[in-house]
């Protein structure tokens, strides 16, 4: 069954710390893989893709992902957290037929000043 | 850049009524997707169209159905409404060519409330 699954559902991290948000997916065929924001009550704001080639993938807002196969992995990092980076995190895993994206459950992240 | 448009942003509608929700995808784009996300639930897949044909369904109650139109854009049309199908509604648009394979770029939502 194809599924994503992020552990944490609320992560608390001081401004200036580095983050860590896990993904763990299952997907039968190659997977493209995805992570998006969404502040309160806004849409789904696309961070960063991973399609193909080079695992580590950088995005917008200083955001980077790295593409683990064999531990079924995209995590989500960011070596300084900003204050406005608080909002809800999604992984979402799509496949190259159809193009509906399986979400994650979703991380809530709060930034302590 | 262009983004994904939705109307309305806000709808309150009583039990038993229908509405009406609208999707403009990014201009070029070919693909529409609609999700549902619950009050503190992750989207969900409902339906998609590629060139105005449905391309792939997912759980979308009988009583909602959508369409795509020649100028690409999208209709979800919700009848007899239950207080269950409160919920952000997200439209989603791609396109192979111009932005990359499978990549969505989602518009900012509706928000219905079923009273």
């Known amino acids: 069954a194809q599924s994503v699954t992020q552990p944490d559902i609320h992560i608390t991290v001081s401004e200036g710390a580095s983050l860590e948000l896990r993904c763990n997916y299952s997907?039968?065929?190659?997977?493209?893989l995805f992570w998006y924001v969404q502040s309160p009550g806004q849409g789904l704001q696309l961070l960063l893709k991973?399609?193909?080639?080079?695992?580590l993938v950088q995005g917008i807002k200083g955001f980077e992902a790295e593409f683990k196969r064999s531990q079924s992995s995209f995590n989500l990092r960011k070596p300084s957290v900003h204050w406005s980076d608080a909002a809800e995190y999604f992984c979402?895993?799509?496949?190259?037929?159809?193009?509906?994206?399986?979400f994650g459950q979703g991380t809530e992240l709060s930034v302590k000043p | 850049a262009a983004g994904v448009i939705q109307s309305p942003r806000h709808l309150i509608k009583e039990k038993r009524e229908t509405a009406t929700l609208k999707c403009y995808p990014i201009p070029r784009h070919d693909t529409v997707y609609w999700y549902q996300q619950g009050p503190g639930q992750d989207p969900q897949f409902l339906i998609s169209f590629y060139e105005k044909m449905q391309s792939d369904k997912g759980s979308i109650p009988d009583r909602f159905s959508a369409q795509q139109f020649s100028d690409y854009h999208s209709e979800l049309n919700m009848s007899s409404l239950e207080l269950g199908d409160s919920a952000l509604y997200f439209c989603a648009s791609s396109s192979l060519i111009s932005t990359g394979y499978e990549t969505q770029y989602f518009g900012p939502g509706t928000r219905l409330l079923v009273l």
């Open positions: 991973y399609f193909s080639g080079d695992t």
């Open positions: 997907y039968g065929a190659t997977p493209y």
């Open positions: 979402a895993v799509g496949g190259n037929q159809g193009g509906k994206l399986i």
